[in-house]
């Protein structure tokens, strides 16, 4: 009886600690679940063999900055993809320390600049000034015929499975055209592109006005231009690269023939290599409130060199730890997001990147949307808003370099403008669409408090802005197809939207009726449509004045055909 009293004594303590066992890790599983909005980060780390701008950068150089940046992922259990220029893919050392890595946590893809050794086995003739030439029709796909990229995709892709076994999934560049990525995704199933962030003339590279961060599908005939229609895309989801600032990038270096950079690209002093920028950062991409999913790409081309990067890379890789292991983000490679969005997107989804506090002091605010049919940005300021930016995506507007060479050492690839807060401004005439109002028979500047970002659906974004002009609140409602703006208020009607831009800025509109504006961009006729409001030209400088109907105004984004 004795040993049967012990044994029941055991059998029941035994349980009780399973079950302990048990709660305790349901209770963990649940304390630590992850935001229902993604927050994803790659980290991407691309690789040259050769740096002929700088004399001083040598081979060793550039191969010790990535053996550096191995090291420091690897301190922090982070995970990664290192692209590879072809030049760096046949290089032994390059084989033999990345192949060392393990596969179920870093990625090896294709870096897709194009330098000599590429171009010969291709048998095609080097027209570059370096083995390497970083110029938009020499060292990219651009410069060189549909049938000479088809030579060139498959000498890469031959030598890579020769190398790694297996053909790369991820391929990236500043920019690569449509017809090379078909190509890619058609003969070797790619599962992920990436291309430059926004900019204007940085390194002669202009991309301006497309889906804003986050990641779209590419038209068919422009791999810049969001397709509307799953029929007309190239299945490959195209990250945004390098953390823009979505405050401060935009409009950075205004008056300058070449735009600034605000990233997180560690090897700048103000961005990705400061301490108080990076937490900011990482603090609004992870707690603001984000529609879909939030996205950014850390790491760095390894010409910067380690010296120049070293900083913020121990300033981001412990963050970006720390982080993850409070499950506030994924840390994923390129093919693994690429993966995700396939199954998660059948077309380009609605995505808002938001900002409720800046930097610093700062009291600027802003929040970017996009979805398949337009991007626009709202910001913030000393309690004014201005719609900064609004650009319409039309997957029927062609890119030169699906088909053609480029001919220039420099590369454009652009959307349809309606709103440009940075090419039609000026330091002292800043463009934009405003907020004004009639209050006591004075014309005045509408002012107010904090916006409040909700998400209705997942596919709809509001903000309730209230006013402290008078009495009232701004509701704004953002959707794939339609921005609505209503004043809930019992004290004033009279207010509109003027527009505005610095004199002699090279405008697409054509001609304004009530009920839209005409507009035509590089021989392309499209459409600014409102379905609620009034278009106007009041002159003295205002290019037009939308009012309102109902207290509402709303237009109809989805649709750049005219009527």
């Not at 995970?79 to 072809?86: I, K, P, R």
């Not at 208020?489 to 831009?501: E, K, L, P």
Request: glycine share 6%.
């Amino acid at each position: 009886m004795k040993n049967l009293r012990s044994n029941f004594r055991f059998i029941i303590t035994s349980i009780c600690c399973i079950c302990l066992c048990y709660l305790s890790s349901y209770s963990q599983t649940f304390s630590v679940k992850e935001p229902s909005t993604p927050r994803i980060v790659n980290i991407v780390n691309f690789i040259r063999l050769l740096e002929p701008r700088d004399s001083a950068i040598t081979e060793d150089v550039l191969y010790q900055t990535v053996v550096k940046q191995v090291e420091i992922m690897k301190k922090y259990k982070l995970g990664g993809t290192f692209l590879l220029q072809y030049d760096a893919l046949i290089d032994p050392r390059y084989q033999k320390l990345l192949k060392a890595l393990p596969r179920n946590s870093f990625e090896i893809g294709a870096w897709w600049e194009i330098p000599q050794p590429q171009v010969e086995k291709a048998g095609l003739k080097w027209r570059g000034r370096y083995p390497w030439d970083w110029r938009a029709n020499i060292g990219f796909s651009t410069g060189y015929t549909p049938k000479e990229r088809e030579k060139l995709i498959d000498v890469y892709m031959t030598d890579f499975k020769k190398v790694f076994g297996y053909y790369p999934k991820s391929v990236a560049s500043w920019f690569i055209d449509s017809y090379s990525l078909e190509y890619m995704y058609q003969k070797y199933h790619i599962v992920a592109s990436a291309n430059c962030k926004d900019q204007y003339g940085t390194d002669g590279y202009t991309l301006w006005g497309g889906y804003w961060n986050q990641a779209y599908y590419p038209s068919k005939i422009n791999s810049y231009m969001p397709a509307q229609n799953a029929a007309n895309q190239i299945p490959v989801p195209i990250f945004r690269m390098l953390g823009s600032d979505p405050i401060r990038q935009y409009d950075n270096g205004l008056g300058t023939t070449r735009q600034g950079v605000v990233t997180l690209e560690p090897v700048y002093k103000f961005g990705g290599g400061d301490a108080d920028w990076v937490n900011w950062f990482f603090k609004s991409f992870t707690e603001d409130k984000a529609l879909g999913f939030n996205y950014t790409q850390a790491g760095q081309e390894n010409s910067f060199t380690w010296d120049a990067m070293a900083k913020g890379f121990e300033i981001q890789m412990p963050l970006i730890a720390r982080l993850r292991d409070e499950h506030k983000i994924r840390v994923e490679t390129m093919e693994t997001s690429g993966r995700w969005f396939k199954k998660q997107y059948k077309v380009t989804p609605a995505t808002s990147f938001a900002v409720s506090h800046d930097l610093g002091e700062s009291d600027l605010k802003t929040v970017w949307f996009n979805s398949r049919f337009y991007r626009v940005n709202l910001i913030w300021k000393k309690g004014n808003l201005r719609i900064r930016d609004l650009h319409l995506f039309d997957e029927n507007f062609p890119s030169v370099y699906t088909k053609q060479v480029a001919t220039s050492n420099e590369c454009t690839f652009f959307t349809l403008p309606v709103i440009d807060g940075y090419i039609w401004s000026k330091p002292s005439q800043i463009a934009g669409l405003r907020l004004n109002a009639l209050v006591n028979g004075k014309e005045i500047p509408l002012t107010g408090k904090d916006p409040v970002y909700t998400h209705p659906t997942a596919e709809s974004l509001h903000i309730s802005w209230p006013l402290t002009s008078f009495k009232g609140t701004f509701e704004i409602d953002l959707n794939e197809k339609q921005l609505s703006i209503k004043l809930v208020s019992t004290q004033v009607d009279n207010w509109y939207f003027d527009m505005t831009t610095a004199s002699g800025a090279k405008l697409p509109f054509e001609t304004i009726r009530d009920k839209q504006v005409n507009c035509s961009f590089e021989g392309t006729p499209y459409v600014f449509k409102a379905t609620k409001g009034i278009f106007s030209e009041p002159g003295n400088g205002i290019l037009f004045r939308l009012k309102p109907q109902a207290n509402t105004i709303a237009f109809d984004l989805s649709s750049t055909k005219k009527n």
